[in-house]
């Protein structure tokens, strides 16, 4: 089975530090896209698929605190983590810095295991969180199907074997996260005869 690549997007005006980070990068497992300015980088990211953002902040047109600020205001787009790459280190440059929502800092020049760690502890981050997202849209859409049968139940002519594939569907199948799918589900029941009736659902 493929494992995909955590996608890093590195957005800056010189092209020698794309390359840098991309030598950096490459190697560890990382897929790297690029981006010049700041409308390219919004571009991609509202594509779909960056997992973490490296965004210069002295760029020409759109800077980084601006870049940043568009992407945490986007819904679909707020929960990658940023990290800002700056020659600056003023605290006052930090401190706009967050106040645009970046995660992390790395002041030029930086170092290929300050990049490399400062990245793998915020992916780490990044997927607790999404594990955590996902887990809660299951539990609502869960409380929301179980709400539903409730309000449709007749106890006469209920029949459970006809409803069992959007439960197990519902339930546990069709969770967010994919890692917590189970590939076949065996459904027992047990009948007046007291003989169990195996229902098979993939």
Same mark, same amino acid.
């Given at each position: 089975?493929?494992?995909?690549?955590?996608?890093? %997007?590195?957005?800056? $005006?010189?092209?020698?530090?794309? #390359?840098? *980070?991309?030598?950096? *990068?490459?190697?560890?497992?990382? #897929?790297?896209?690029?981006?010049?300015?700041?409308?390219?980088?919004?571009?991609?990211?509202?594509?779909?698929?960056?997992?973490?953002?490296? @965004?210069?902040?002295?760029?020409?047109?759109? $800077?980084?605190?601006?870049?940043?600020?568009?992407?945490?205001?986007?819904?679909?787009?707020? $929960?990658?983590?940023?990290?800002?790459?700056?020659? %600056?280190?003023?605290?006052?440059?930090?401190?706009?810095?967050?106040?645009?929502?970046?995660? $992390?800092?790395?002041?030029?020049?930086?170092?290929?295991?300050?990049? @490399?760690?400062?990245?793998?502890?915020?992916?780490?981050?990044?997927?607790?969180?999404?594990? %955590?997202?996902?887990?809660?849209?299951?539990?609502?859409?869960?409380?929301?199907?179980?709400?539903?049968?409730?309000?449709?139940?007749?106890?006469?002519?209920?029949?459970? @074997?006809?409803?069992?594939?959007?439960?197990?569907?519902?339930?546990?199948?069709?969770?967010?996260?994919?890692?917590?799918?189970?590939?076949?589900?065996?459904?027992?029941?047990?009948?007046?005869?007291?003989?169990?009736?195996?229902?098979?659902?993939?």
């Amino acid at each position: 089975m493929d494992v995909k690549k955590p996608r890093v %997007l590195c957005v800056d $005006d010189a092209q020698e530090n794309l #390359e840098l *980070l991309n030598f950096i *990068l490459t190697p560890k497992g990382y #897929e790297v896209t690029t981006a010049v300015n700041g409308e390219d980088a919004l571009r991609i990211v509202q594509n779909g698929g960056t997992d973490i953002v490296l @965004l210069d902040v002295m760029m020409p047109g759109m $800077d980084g605190y601006e870049v940043c600020k568009k992407i945490k205001r986007d819904e679909t787009s707020r $929960d990658i983590p940023v990290i800002m790459i700056t020659g %600056l280190d003023l605290q006052t440059d930090r401190v706009k810095g967050i106040q645009a929502g970046a995660e $992390d800092f790395i002041t030029k020049p930086f170092f290929q295991e300050e990049v @490399l760690t400062r990245i793998k502890m915020l992916l780490k981050t990044k997927k607790h969180h999404d594990r %955590l997202s996902h887990s809660y849209n299951d539990i609502t859409r869960a409380v929301s199907f179980g709400e539903e049968i409730i309000r449709s139940f007749h106890g006469f002519d209920f029949d459970f @074997l006809s409803r069992i594939d959007d439960i197990v569907s519902q339930t546990l199948c069709d969770s967010a996260n994919e890692a917590d799918r189970p590939k076949c589900v065996l459904v027992g029941i047990r009948g007046e005869d007291k003989k169990w009736l195996w229902h098979k659902h993939e």
